[in-house]
């Protein structure tokens, strides 16, 4: 059982916008602005796409967005397109003894 | 170019050992904390294994205490995980992660393309 819970999957279809939340508690997602966003396509490595709850690295689209509100961080993609399909991850810091935590990944399909 | 590359893993028995590397190019290796993440087969990211810039903090996940040991060379801009006492669950993809510090949350910005390991008779 991850410690940050994702929803298991989502759709959408070209041209629209989605959001994948990412729920933690007040030590993790709810207690700093510390909240990372990976992209996972099939058999490559994870790529940051948001850190820091909605800053985006150099090279990312700015169609991928991130916010927080509480123990809830969100990612939404906007105008979705055929590449953007793949397994979302969240993490956060968090206040235990580990060094981050991670969520259970959600599948975005493009239909 | 930024970059992480990791090598070491394949099939070993259980109860085998194996001495996974990830070698380092592109930034000042010796200013960043380290992690190892791995990933079985279908299955989520599991984080393993951390150690700072200079060796002065590590962690292991419960599942690896005791049987894996994280350390570092900031002479060779080198990472490795020894892995011993190998089970069947540790079977995964195991990748090199940096830390970016401050500059991404303390969370891992740079990740290695990863080295299979499987742990099979």
């Known amino acids: 059982q991850s410690a940050l819970t994702q929803p298991a999957s989502v759709s959408g279809s070209p041209g629209q916008s989605i959001t994948i939340s990412c729920t933690g508690t007040s030590s993790d997602v709810g207690g700093y602005n510390y909240v990372s966003w990976y992209q996972q396509h099939p058999g490559k490595a994870p790529k940051l796409m948001i850190y820091d709850v909605s800053n985006r690295p150099s090279g990312v689209s700015n169609r991928f967005s991130g916010s927080k509100s509480g123990n809830t961080a969100s990612l939404t993609i906007s105008g979705l397109q055929a590449e953007d399909e793949a397994v979302y991850y969240c993490?956060?810091?968090?206040?235990?003894?580990?060094?981050?935590?991670f969520g259970g990944g959600t599948k975005l399909t493009v239909l | 170019e930024v970059q992480l590359v990791e090598s070491g893993g394949g099939l070993v028995k259980p109860g085998g050992s194996l001495r996974l590397s990830c070698a380092a190019s592109g930034f000042t290796f010796s200013s960043y904390s380290m992690n190892w993440v791995r990933q079985a087969p279908g299955k989520g990211l599991e984080w393993v294994s951390s150690?700072?810039?200079?060796?002065?903090?590590?962690y292991y996940a419960d599942s690896v205490k005791g049987r894996f040991t994280i350390s570092r060379d900031n002479a060779k801009n080198s990472l490795y995980l020894q892995m011993n006492s190998l089970r069947a669950e540790d079977t995964a993809v195991y990748y090199c992660?940096?830390?970016?510090?401050?500059?991404?949350?303390?969370?891992?910005?740079?990740w290695g393309q990863g080295t299979m390991v499987t742990v099979s008779s």
């Open positions: 992660a940096r830390d970016g510090g401050y500059r991404s949350g303390w969370l891992p910005d740079i």
């Open positions: 150690i700072s810039s200079s060796s002065s903090y590590i």
């Open positions: 993490s956060s810091y968090t206040s235990s003894s580990t060094p981050g935590v």
